[in-house]
């Protein structure tokens, strides 16, 4: 790995520098925000809702497991904002504890009202007439009862292990059982095949869609499991357990049997968080701490599901358009629609790809017709996160099948993807392809697939480079560009990484791409200084960066020289910023905004004035530590005039003026909403839709 100097004029200084997990807690936050905007349809504010519970999930999963283990190992060494593990973890349990407040009050005060008006309610155990009382424990009996486990504890009955995220119920009991035991505490699971609502009849609801909760159900009935006892209480509870996926690196022979292995014991990780309803006294939730090895900062009260990520459901199981976004058919661009024929379409030019806006189909197309096409001999393709059904696996078995020389690099360390891919990567093998897990210690996070096909006696090679991943769902959800292009010199480089990624040896010089972990970080510095260099010598600099997040310190403060030197930079990052933008004598001439709406924004753009000649890149590489030094990556240059234009008009200009869903960040680290005033609503993602998409027309 290549050392960096820090800029000798600019010490590396803590305060210039804010946290990374304050900052992921910021940018929940915004998405809260969404589910409080009245200008979304209801049950999308339901589902931003839920999202929230999804990121804060993972947010304990794996960064607050991370400083939990840095706390116990005691190590002291400082973040860049100076902050040590056990005080950064001390401001983001407050932080954690009033954002899930906030979000459950936004629950009970906004949305289930608003959801009740429209026909679509929760009907609460307390409130059940005689009917549905009979309903529910007529379910009861029929489902519940003959799945569920209830566990007395005593000596021969240890706490059981809880799955992580699991819902489960601790039970307080009064009087003695049959052998005469009375330990008074039981636990009981919740079966996770259950689905974690159920919907009532409308003539016994007496609304058009009536759910009951299954906490609901189970609470009402538990007692049934111990016959004779007096239930004195019944709470629902949940652990969320470390699931970094560890691998004993002095130990690994075969990575993918390694993780095999790990994966199962993912689920029972340390705790680091416990989440309990509001009315659990302290008795019980002082148990069930100490049985986690938690403490009370852990402890999560909540007024509600204890999981509202099984609110995602909602939205399918409820017919109603008129409270979801408007439907669209995503567009296809022109150079396609007249040219079916994809390897002539693309010889004739490159080929721009705006998703979701427009659709991801012309991929699946073209891996498609290269698996049926005879004049196909090869065929490589990086996988990182994919689909449990996938069309593109799918073409690539069959392309095997037929004989094709089929390389597959599959990331098996892809977070929460590893079981598809050993399932993918085990199919593939199995059908002749060569199956590859790109180079141990680095994550394979570039996004490529190359074609190699015989035309006019001599070999061609056609490559579809991406910001996102190969996936069919999220394709329709998430920004990306994609480029597919038969220039040579691209083309050439992308064998180049794919031969390093396959075999040994050292990299060759890539004529095109930047790559990481060897050349992307020296680059995107060099190309940084080069606009400073413009700037003293008064010429225009500009520097206009897209990405999910920026952390990394070196380029961070590679920045701030820029700015110093009177670079106008604009940094459009959706999630964690630890720069601190507008600071006087610093980066004052840095700006830093977050779009957050109904897509998640994914693409990485680079753009570079470089004295006009307007440099510009793809690439999946967000400005981390771990994209430029433990991933491999690139970035792609745009040669194409008009796909260049295309990407400057489409994936920058509208964010800059966005004024709909735009947050501007503060010095301090706190976003602000930007307002249109009187002015014209501009909203990117709503514009581009217009001008993309054709239209679903009802």
Avoid at 472 to 494: H, I, P, S, W
């Amino acid at each position: 790995m290549t050392h960096h100097p820090h800029h000798p004029h600019h010490p590396h200084t803590t305060e210039f520098f804010l946290n990374r997990e304050l900052g992921l807690l910021e940018f929940n936050r915004r998405v809260l925000a969404q589910a409080e905007d009245v200008s979304n349809p209801l049950l999308e504010r339901l589902k931003f809702l839920c999202i929230v519970s999804s990121n804060m999930d993972e947010f304990f999963e794996v960064r607050v497991a991370w400083l939990k283990e840095n706390i116990r190992m005691h190590n002291e060494r400082p973040a860049p904002d100076g902050l040590s593990p056990e005080a950064a973890f001390h401001r983001i349990a407050e932080d954690a504890h009033a954002l899930v407040e906030k979000q459950y009050r936004i629950l009970r005060e906004i949305i289930l009202p608003k959801l009740a008006e429209e026909g679509i309610a929760f009907l609460r155990r307390t409130s059940w007439n005689d009917t549905q009382r009979q309903w529910v424990r007529e379910y009861f009996d029929r489902e519940l009862a003959p799945v569920l486990t209830p566990i007395g504890l005593d000596p021969a009955h240890p706490f059981p292990r809880l799955l992580n995220k699991s819902l489960n119920f601790v039970v307080e009991l009064d009087g003695r059982d049959a052998f005469g035991r009375s330990s008074g505490v039981a636990i009981v699971q919740a079966p996770r095949i259950f689905p974690r609502f159920i919907k009532m009849p409308s003539d016994i609801s007496g609304v058009e869609h009536g759910f009951v909760f299954l906490s609901s159900v189970l609470h009402a009935h538990v007692d049934v499991l111990f016959p004779g006892m007096e239930m004195r209480g019944c709470f629902q509870f949940r652990v969320t357990r470390d699931s970094d996926l560890n691998v004993d690196d002095e130990d690994v022979k075969d990575l993918r049997a390694a993780l095999q292995g790990g994966l199962s014991e993912r689920q029972f990780g340390d705790g680091v968080r416990l989440e309990v309803a509001a009315d659990c006294p302290q008795h019980i939730y002082g148990f069930l701490l100490e049985q986690f090895g938690l403490q009370e900062e852990d402890l999560y009260r909540v007024d509600g599901p204890v999981n509202l990520v099984r609110f995602m459901q909602v939205p399918d199981q409820v017919d109603r358009p008129d409270l979801k976004y408007q439907a669209f058919m995503p567009g296809v661009p022109k150079a396609l629609r007249k040219q079916p024929d994809l390897f002539s379409a693309i010889r004739h030019g490159d080929i721009l790809l705006h998703h979701p806006f427009e659709s991801f189909t012309p991929v699946i197309d073209l891996l498609q017709q290269a698996a049926r096409d005879p004049q196909v001999v090869a065929i490589k393709m990086t996988v990182y996160r994919t689909s449990k059904e996938s069309a593109l696996m799918e073409a690539l078995i069959e392309a095997a099948s037929a004989g094709k020389e089929v390389t597959a690099v599959v990331e098996l360390m892809a977070r929460f993807d590893e079981e598809a891919n050993i399932n993918w990567a085990a199919k593939l093998e199995r059908v002749g392809a060569h199956v590859v897990y790109g180079v141990y210690g680095y994550k394979t996070h570039a996004k490529m697939l190359l074609i190699v096909r015989r035309e006019e006696g001599r070999l061609k090679r056609y490559a579809h480079l991406g910001t996102g991943n190969y996936h069919q769902r999220t394709a329709k959800l998430y920004t990306d560009f994609g480029l597919m292009t038969a220039n040579e010199e691209k083309c050439a480089d992308v064998n180049d990484v794919f031969i390093q990624l396959t075999g040994m040896g050292n990299p060759g010089k890539l004529k095109a791409l930047w790559q990481s972990p060897f050349t992307m970080h020296s680059a995107m510095i060099a190309a940084i200084d080069n606009e400073a260099e413009h700037a003293r010598a008064g010429r225009r600099a500009v520097v206009i960066a897209k990405m999910n997040s920026l952390l990394e310190p070196a380029l961070i403060e590679t920045l701030y020289a820029a700015s110093q030197a009177g670079v106008t930079i604009h940094l459009i990052v959706r999630g964690v910023c630890t720069l601190r933008p507008g600071v006087k004598g610093l980066s004052e001439n840095i700006k830093v905004r977050s779009i957050v709406g109904r897509f998640l924004e994914h693409t990485r753009v680079f753009y570079f004035f470089n004295n006009g000649k307007e440099d510009l890149y793809l690439g999946s590489a967000d400005w981390m530590g771990r994209n430029f030094f433990r991933r491999i990556e690139i970035a792609f240059p745009i040669f194409d005039v008009k796909s260049k234009r295309r990407i400057i008009r489409e994936g920058l200009r509208p964010y800059l003026v966005d004024n709909c869903q735009a947050w501007e960040m503060q010095s301090d680290g706190r976003y602000r909403k930007k307002h249109a005033r009187g002015g014209k609503l501009r909203g990117a993602q709503g514009m581009l839709l217009a001008e993309l998409a054709a239209k679903a027309r009802d």
